[in-house]
Each structure stands twice: as C-alpha cells, then as structure tokens.
C-alpha cells in the first residue's frame, strides 16, 4: 500500500475521491504538461485515469502515487512507479504552478528518492526532464542524478534520461 509520507512542509498521502478536480485541474494545465513533457490530455481521459487509482492501482498495489499537500492544500502530484520510458522505477513529479520556484519540488523529490532507497531498497531511481527544464535539470545535478542519454521525441522535443544510484546518493547525504 501507498504510505503516508512527510517531509519538512510536505504530506504525501494517498489520494483520496474528493481530490479529483485538483488533480484534473493539475494535468489540464498547459504548462505543467509542458515540463512533464507530455500532451495535454482532455478532462474526461484525466478523471478516467483518476478513477484508475481507485479501481486498479491502490487495490492491487501497482505503484506507489500521491496527493502532496502544503498545510493541507493540495498542490501537487507524486509517483515512483516502474515505467517503460527507463529500465527500473521512475520519479514523476508535478507541481500547481502558484508554487514553483519556493523549493517545494526539491524537498519532495528528495523525499520520494528517500523512500525508494530507504523503504523500497531501490538501487537506482530514473527520471525524465524535459532538455529545456533547467531548473528541474539542476535540482537532479544537485541530488546526484546523471544524465545517462536523450530521447528525441516525433516533434522534435528532447527529453533527458537521469538515473540516481543508491550509493551516490549515500555520498550525497553525508
């Protein structure tokens, strides 16, 4: 089951059915999409995927996704889940946009990345930044991930692959 986390500001907690229009409103912003380095989905295909939390991933412990709150209010999403895009588990992580450049994407991937070492024994955590993202693509340097190679997507777009070894991470926190 998906545990409860917290960090300094944040709680991670496992969404809950009145999180629906936060989290539609979330993944319909073009923005988000944008640095998520996905297309813009429709409203419907967003609350199809919602009701799949409920219906498949949380019942039959497929990945671990949360809700991620600041003093109660939502504001984003976070999951580490196995992925086709890399060969392990992926970090995915979004934001609402009123809370960009506040340090709060930071903490809660190094939260995540704790848990998938620490609770999980992961020994590599993988994610995928858009090659314009430079803020993210700095917090990555700055947790210890590398770039390990670049995917040009149909439209031109480039997309880093970054990978964090557990034991980087371990020389990291020291």
Not at 11 to 33: G, I, N
Not at 118 to 134: M, P, Q, Y
Request: glycine fraction near 8%.
């Amino acid at each position: 089951m998906t545990p409860t986390l917290r960090s300094e500001r944040l709680l991670l907690s496992p969404y809950r059915p009145e999180d629906e229009d936060d989290f539609v409103a979330l993944l319909r912003d073009e923005e988000v999409c944008k640095w998520m380095g996905q297309e813009r989905q429709s409203e419907e295909t967003i609350r199809q995927l919602f009701a799949l939390l409920f219906s498949e991933v949380y019942p039959n412990n497929m990945f671990d996704v949360w809700a991620v709150r600041l003093s109660g209010r939502y504001i984003g999403h976070a999951e580490l889940k196995r992925t086709g895009n890399v060969d392990g588990h992926e970090l995915i992580c979004a934001l609402v946009r009123d809370v960009w450049r506040m340090g709060l994407g930071t903490e809660l991937s190094y939260r995540v990345i704790d848990y998938g070492f620490d609770d999980l024994g992961l020994s590599e955590i993988h994610g995928c930044v858009n090659a314009n993202n430079i803020r993210s693509l700095e917090m990555a340097n700055k947790a210890g991930f590398e770039i390990v190679r670049d995917v040009t997507g149909a439209d031109g777009t480039v997309t880093r692959v970054v990978t964090l070894r557990a034991a980087a991470r371990q020389l990291l926190k020291k």
